[in-house]
């Protein structure tokens, strides 16, 4: 069964740091790549970075872009995001989800809802 | 960028079909992937590669896709569906591609 276990999170300030984690199990991490999609409160969702299966190549956004890093550790088949100088628009529940076939996303994390706020 | 747009809601009786739609320039060309979202939960994916559905997902759901226009078909709807739709892409060009519908909330009358 393939499970997708989300920590990390929380109330951060206005240009503070937070890293998430993103524990897989249930598939051959290393075949698969793996993105974070966010939904800010009431909104829909938006796909923030994405990181291949292979040569660990990462895609983000034009909103995250140069203040959120995507990476990931096979040894523990974790996938991360950290995000750094953050903004009160960064506010969202984040997901972690493992692609399918590139195209899509087939299994989601539970979610973990960011908030940043003085 | 590549636009996605859905109507925001979609109402019918329990029992009859629902239809939403994704309208996109050229979608056919590109393959659509359909995801429910129900309150307080993550997504899933109910119709992948404009017609494919994952293991677990009720025949009911289906999906096509042609010129500008994908559209998510729900037959016999239950109480059950009531969730937010969202429709998406991967489109062809930059290096971030993957493209979300605003989403449609879709109501039991």
Known sequence: ?118 | SYVLTQPPSVAVAPGQTARITCVGNNIGDKDVHWYQQKPGQAPVLVVYEDSARPSGIPERFSGSNSENTATLTIARVEAGDEADYYCQVRENTGDHSWVFGGGTKLTAL
């Not at chain 1, 550790?73 to 950290?82: A, E, P």
């Open chain 1, 1 to 118: 069964e393939v499970q997708l276990l989300q920590s990390g999170g929380g109330l951060v300030q206005p240009g503070g740091s937070l890293r998430l984690s993103c524990l897989t199990s249930g598939f051959t991490f290393t075949v698969y790549g793996m993105g974070w999609v966010r939904q800010a409160p009431g909104k829909g969702l938006e796909c923030v970075s994405v990181i291949s299966s292979n040569v660990d190549i990462a895609s983000y956004a034009d909103s995250v872009k140069g203040r959120f890093t995507i990476s990931r550790d096979k040894s523990k088949n974790t996938v991360f995001l950290q995000m750094d100088s953050l903004r009160p628009e960064d506010t969202a529940i984040y997901y972690c989800a493992k692609l399918k076939n590139v195209k899509s996303f087939d299994y989601w994390g539970q979610g973990t809802l960011v908030t940043v706020s003085s």
